[in-house]
């Protein structure tokens, strides 16, 4: 991730790619057991006014993990991890690999100095927004199966895996109903990887200027963490009215979910499995922009050499 004022990728896009699809893949594998207790308690209802009885099933994202683990096993916990890499894979490659080359399109290839914050937002909006739009599908498939709990004795479950879930969706709902839930991805995801992306690549080009920090793994560290917290305080509301309706497709619209959720559930419901989200994003972040690092020294060395 450059933050220097250099625009010119020192790799290929081909191996710029293929970095980001690996870290993206390789931090999706750590961390989604955290996206499986934040998926649950954002599809979790509140029990209606006067109910005594029905109390949440899931309480804080420890107390999620654990009862996900009790009742349905450990393996449970990393439920979507086929299409999740399926998403990382596109939607990572996408969305990190194309920033450079699109924050310099936006700039300029002569442009020196330090790239305003304003186009390293605007690279980031295009590339979160292009990535999902072909990524969607796959998002889609991962919640619906994160979002299946302990099912009753005799019941069977909706899907057997990842491809079953692809073919049983086209198969009784169509093909477009692979891109439900798009304008509010494309809303979270783009939102999301403007704060990622460009807070990453501001913060690490500040602490570049400060004595004594250097390119190193302290800096991406530091860096990776500020990219989780503001992707989690910016992007939960539309995160979780992504999650809402592409687990429940009896929402009509965007418009309806937002509604709903607020009317039912009150505001702070946008802001729930906050915890989660920021222990999800803030290590995928720190994770991912680790590997990123290491991964694209690698490549320029193998590309070098």
Known sequence: MVADGKSKADISLAGTFASSAFAACFAEICTIPLDTAKVRLQLQKTAAAG??????????????????????????????????LHRQCLFGGLRIGFYEPVKTFYVGKDFVGDVPLSKK??????????????ANPTDLVKVRLQSEGKLPPGVPRRYSGALSAYSTI??????????????????????????????????KQTILKLPGFSDNVITHL?????????????GSPVDVVKSRMMGDPTYKSTLDCFAKTLRNDGPLAFYKGFVPNFGRLGSWNVIMFLTLEQAKKFVKNLESS
Do not use: H
């Open 51 to 84: 109910d005594t009885v029905a109390l949440p099933k899931y309480r804080g994202m420890l107390g999620t993990v654990a009862t996900i683990a009790r009742e349905e096993g450990l393996t449970a916990l990393w439920k979507g991890i086929v299409p999740g």
């Open 121 to 134: 937002i605007l690279a980031a909006l295009t590339t979160g927004a292009l990535g999902i739009a072909v």
């Open 170 to 203: 086209i198969r009784q709902e169509g093909v477009a109903a692979l891109w439900t839930g798009v304008g509010p991805n494309i809303a979270r995801n783009a939102i999301i990887n403007a704060a990622e992306l460009a807070s990453y690549d501001q913060i």
């Open 222 to 234: 530091l860096s990776g963490l500020g990219a989780g917290f503001f992707a989690v305080c910016i």
